[in-house]
Structures are given as structure tokens and as C-alpha cells.
């Protein structure tokens, strides 16, 4: 079935693109922000208002669920958008610095905070709105231009998204689309005026979007693979564990960086939590997304799906059991996978290894905890994880041992939907972070600014003179052991120098600067 077309944007026509987009940058750089709020607001009241529009344009082009399209691609835009023009607004106004540096107590120095310029978006197939929504919203707030290149997979998707940032009363140039594949990708990477590149992908595509992003000295935000595991401690309330982690296994059909792919089971509890994992993935309803009774759609392409038949014949020749699931539902479609779970897995089995990104959830038994956390972190990848317990002190006591961007305790995936949190991986699975507060100081330049107006000379000003050798000495001195005895010892043999010392600095603000140094 045809649900849209688009044309194909030559690649000779990306750099007069870039230009156009740089020309609106300079001027939307100099609008305030609480005025860069006003198109924000009404982006997401149209994003409300459309609601209905937009995820039946995702369900029939990606393929998830439409209730499903309306709670993981459009409520996070509208969180962030939020966020935004709250939190965003106060976290990118100019910021005060208190040195305690004893020199330069006599200085005020502040922070401010200017965008880079235009970047290029190169978005992915799985989450074709709410990922490349979010980063544009981000990046339009803190003065940037972009220039959004959709997944040759869901173009009318990317399509709309600049449509709608058109209708808000955004700059007509400052958001752009470029519909194409890899000779569209490198044509705006090469591009000497994109100064950033935000790209969401796999991760060997991720390594060539890096490379050739080096060339130009270009910003690089990588948001790549995933094998997340989940850990369930033998005290894990049962039913509420099966059934989340069910979900975060399943939804968009696996097709999520962040799914659970890995589930690493206390002895005690593991043979009740494969019946009841095996429950919740017997009850998930698979169909057309557009019904509105249907929990899993089918998958993109093929390719997904012999990905996940090739995980799973390796695993059944390893000694893994499929309870449940395993098969291609032809009656359904070509594209259609059943939810699978493979027990009795091993760490030499590919699922346990490569990321499937399709209806495929492994477990295996451990001794302990510890052993659980060990195994978590032996993969190149460092998304996100999950732990599955009663006992908060044990959680909180596991977290950080967690090589990954997030852990969510008895959820997942919670960071990518709360706009405070922060999105991004450890090893493979990403470089930079979006979201939040450290997100949105990713698509910025801090720029420090020092100002002293005494008129005086500094002390390590020329000319170099035997007395700035003792001062310099003794505060060294002072700097190697500080104590309130040793910095009154030194203030005392530093009184001989004062009147040298009040042509550089107010000596009651250096020795407040000392001082501060005991604290």
C-alpha cells in the first residue's frame, strides 16, 4: 500500500539549502529568547490540535500501533516543549561565576551561552517524529538553525515535522528538510557552514557520520545501539516485573534502542518469572496499527525480520528454548514477528551479543547480583538498564555499578519520556547527550567573560621583580599545606608587601580569596 510520496532531494541542491538556513540562523540569533518561545508555544498547540493527523501518519508509515504513536512519539515533544519554555528559557540566560581564586576576587566573570550555527538532523526510522521533534525544538530555542534529513523509511513523516515548524512562525529557512539517503547525508556533512550533526542510527553508520563529520571539525551528538538489560533480584514483585518488562521488551515491536533485549534472573525467581513473562507475551494482540485493539504492528522491512529468525535459530542451536513466539506470521503479513522469548541463554548466542532490534527477549539465570551486574556490563553498548526489586538500599547500591546513560529501578526507558532527564549511552551506544539540562548545553558554546575595572596592574604583569618572587612563593607555600595557622602565618609575611600588593588587588578581597581556599 502507497501511503505517500516525496521527491528526492538532489544533492547539488543541499549546499544553496544550507546557505538559506544560515542566513536565517544570523538573524534568529539575535531574537531574544523569551521571543524564540512564542513559536515553541504554538508548535505545540498544533501538535495538539493534529494529534490525531500525525499518529495516523505514523502508524501507516512506520507501523507501530496508533494509540501506541499517540504515548511514545507525541507525548515526549510535548514534555520537552515544556521544558523548554520554562526550565530552557533560565538555563540559557548569562550566568554569574564566583571564582575563589584569591587573584581574581576583584573581577566580575559570567557565562554566556551562543548557539553554533546550522546543524544537520539526520533522524531515524523507529521514532520518526518524537526523536527529530525534540531535537529541533532544542535546537531552535538556543538560537541554532537545522537542516532535518528523515529516514528514507518514513520521509512524510520528516516532511510533516518541518511543516508544522513552518506553520508555528518559525524563520521559513531556519528548519529544512532533505529527503534522501546516504549521498543526501554526506552532501550536508561535507558542508563547511554545518557546524553540528545530530545523527540517530546504527552504530557502524554512527563511525562514518563521525569520520567524515572530523573533516570539518563539526560538533558530533551520536545516538546509537543499544542491548539493554534488565536485572530482576529474587525479591521482585513478579507480576508488576513480567509485565513491564514485557513492554519494554515489545513496544514499536522491539524496534526501540533502549528495548530490553537481555534479562539476567536470580536463581530463586527465575523459573516463576518465565511463566509469567511467558503469560504477558502470549496476551499481546498483533494487527494492522490502525486498530485501535492491537498492542504490536509489524516491522519495517525484511531485513528486521530475518535479523530476529537469525537470532533466534542460533540461539535454538545453542540449547535456548523458545516458550513462546518464534515464528513469522504469514497470515498476517510478511513483515509480521511474533513476540518471542528465549530461555536458558547463553553469552556466546548472538542475541545475547549483536542488538536484535525486533520481538526478541533473552534470559538468562544468575547466582547473585553481583554476577547479574557483571554480565550487564560485559557488551559494547551502554544505553540504558533496568533493576527489578523491593529493596531501594539494594538498588541505589547497584545503580552506579551500571555502565549505561540511565537505569530505571522497577520501570524502563523512563529518561527518554521525562524532559528533565538526560538521553544518551556510554561505549558504543553514543556520544554527547540530548535532553535536559546537559542536553540542551550540548548544542551551545559556554563563552567566559572576566571584567575588572580597578586600573591596576596585574602582579604577573612585566617587569618580574625579586619582591613578585617572595609573594608568588609564599602563597605557593600556603597553596601546598592550607590551614587556618599556616594562611594566618602567611597574611603576616605578607603585611611587609601590602602597599605593593594594593596596586594589584583590594586586600580585603584577597584574603577573603585565602580564606576561602581553607573551606
Given at each position: ?57 505514523i502508524a501507516r508509515e512506520q507501523g507501530k500501533p496508533y494509540i501506541e504513536a499517540m504515548i511514545v512519539e507525541l507525548f515526549p515533544p510535548l514534555d520537552v516543549s515544556a521544558f523548554l519554555m520554562h526550565e530552557g528559557v533560565r538555563l540559557l540566560q548569562p550566568r554569574r561565576v564566583r571564582s575563589k ?84 547525508g554526506a552532501a550536508m556533512l561535507d558542508h563547511p557552514t554545518v557546524r553540528g550533526v545530530i545523527f540517530t542510527g546504527s552504530v557502524p553508520v554512527g563511525r562514518t557520520v563521525a569520520e567524515q563529520a572530523a573533516r570539518t571539525h563539526k560538533k558530533v551528538i551520536l545516538e546509537l545501539g543499544g542491548k ?292
Open positions: 500500500m502507497v501511503v505517500g510520496e516525496v521527491s528526492t532531494t538532489p544533492p547539488e541542491a543541499i549546499a544553496p539549502m544550507i546557505e538559506r538556513a544560515h542566513r536565517a540562523y544570523l538573524a534568529w540569533r539575535e531574537v531574544p529568547l523569551h521571543r524564540r518561545v512564542e513559536p515553541l508555544r504554538r508548535l505545540k498547540r498544533l501538535i495538539l490540535q493534529e494529534r490525531h493527523a500525525i499518529a495516523e501518519l581564586n584569591p587573584f581574581f576576587s576583584d573581577r566580575r566573570s559570567t557565562y554566556y551561552f551562543h548557539p553554533y550555527g546550522v546543524w544537520a538532523v539526520i533522524a531515524p526510522w523507529n521514532y520518526p517524529f518524537t526523536i527529530p521533534m525534540t531535537q529541533l525544538m532544542a535546537l531552535t530555542l538556543s538560537g541554532n538553525a537545522a537542516v532535518l534529513k528523515p529516514s528514507p523509511l518514513t520521509p512524510l513523516t520528516g516532511a510533516k515535522i518541518v511543516e508544522l515548524f513552518q506553520r508555528a512562525g518559525f524563520p521559513e529557512e531556519l528548519v529544512q528538510v532533505v529527503q534522501g539517503g546516504a549521498p543526501q539493554d538489560p534488565a536485572i530482576v533480584l529474587s525479591d521482585a514483585d513478579l507480576q508488576h516485573t513480567a509485565q513491564g518488562i514485557a513492554w519494554a521488551a515489545m513496544v514499536n515491536a522491539g524496534q526501540t534502542c533502549a528495548s530490553i533485549e537481555r534479562v539476567y534472573v536470580e536463581q530463586p525467581l527465575y523459573e516463576p518469572f518465565l511463566n509469567a513473562l511467558r503469560e504477558q507475551l502470549a496476551q499481546i494482540r498483533m494487527g494492522h496499527p490502525m486498530s485501535r485493539t492491537v498492542d504490536m504492528g509489524p516491522l519495517i522491512a525484511p531485513f528486521q525480520c530475518e535479523r530476529v529468525q537469525r537470532h533466534i535459530q542460533d540461539a535454538c542451536a545453542k540449547g535456548g528454548r523458545v516458550l513462546v513466539g518464534g515464528r513469522v506470521r504469514a497470515d498476517l503479513g510478511e513483515l509480521y514477528h511474533e513476540p518471542t522469548l528465549v530461555a536458558d541463554a547463553t553469552d556466546d548466542m548472538l542475541g545475547m551479543q549483536e542488538e536484535t532490534f525486533g520481538p526478541l527477549v533473552m534470559v538468562q539465570s544468575v547466582e547473585s547480583a553481583e554476577e547479574a551486574v557483571r554480565k550487564a556490563n560485559a557488551s559494547a553498548f551502554g544505553l540504558t538498564a533496568s533493576i527489578w526489586t523491593r529493596d531501594r538500599r539494594k538498588a541505589l547500591q547497584l545503580a552506579p555499578q551500571l555502565e549505561c546513560g540511565s537505569v530505571s529501578v522497577n520501570s524502563h526507558i523512563v529518561a527518554y519520556g521525562d524532559s528533565y532527564g538526560v538521553w544518551g549511552g556510554f561505549k558504543d551506544s553514543g556520544v554527547g547527550r540530548t535532553h535536559g539540562e546537559f542536553g540542551l548545553y550540548e548544542l551551545v558554546q559556554p563563552q567566559y567573560v572576566s571584567e575588572v575595572y580597578t586600573g591596576k596592574p596585574e602582579l604577573w604583569w612585566y617587569p618580574y621583580s625579586e619582591r613578585v618572587h617572595r609573594i608568588t612563593d609564599w602563597l605557593m607555600e600556603f597553596l601546598a599545606t592550607p590551614s587556618l595557622r599556616m594562611g594566618g602565618t602567611t597574611l603576616r609575611r605578607l603585611l611587609p608587601e601590602l602597599r605593593y600588593l594594593t596596586r594589584h588587588f583590594t586586600p580585603t578581597k584577597m584574603s577573603g580569596g585565602l580564606i576561602r581556599y581553607l573551606r
